[in-house]
């Protein structure tokens, strides 16, 4: 399982915006599809965002969102930082939780949420 921090959490105000990141221990978006998860305080984790690998024919990726984000956020990556972001927009009080992201090279784990381990995550509150 691929090393990854997560970070750019923070408190927002309703109708903010954040950018959170996803950082990788080596070179491997471009091989790995990549998810971002989230868990509210009594819910379970759920999957908001998702980017497969690079086409090797193409080279660009694709991605897929939950209805609750759709519009709001989205997720992209820099592979020559090897970082993926969540950009975060037009936040409600619902989107407060931690955020984690996750990668594989198979988009079928990432979307399954199979893992051993997960890192730390980072904390989104949204609050007036």
């Known amino acids: 399982q691929v090393q990854l921090a997560e970070s750019g959490g923070g408190l927002v105000q309703p109708g903010g915006s954040l950018r959170l990141s996803c950082a990788a221990s080596g070179s491997i978006f471009s091989q790995y599809a990549v998810g971002w998860y989230r868990q509210a305080p009594g819910k379970q984790r759920e999957l908001i965002a998702a980017?497969?690998?690079?086409?090797?024919?193409?080279?660009?990726?694709?991605?897929n969102y939950a209805d609750s984000v759709k519009g709001r956020f989205t997720i992209s990556k820099n592979s020559a930082k090897d970082t993926v972001y969540l950009q975060m927009n037009n936040l409600r009080l619902e989107d407060t939780a931690v955020y984690y992201c996750?990668?594989?090279?198979?988009?079928?784990?990432?979307?399954?949420?199979?893992?051993?381990?997960w890192g730390q995550g980072t904390q989104v509150t949204v609050s007036s």
């Open positions: 996750v990668a594989d090279t198979s988009i079928l784990t990432v979307v399954s949420g199979n893992f051993d381990s």
């Open positions: 980017i497969t690998p690079d086409s090797a024919l193409s080279g660009s990726s694709s991605s």
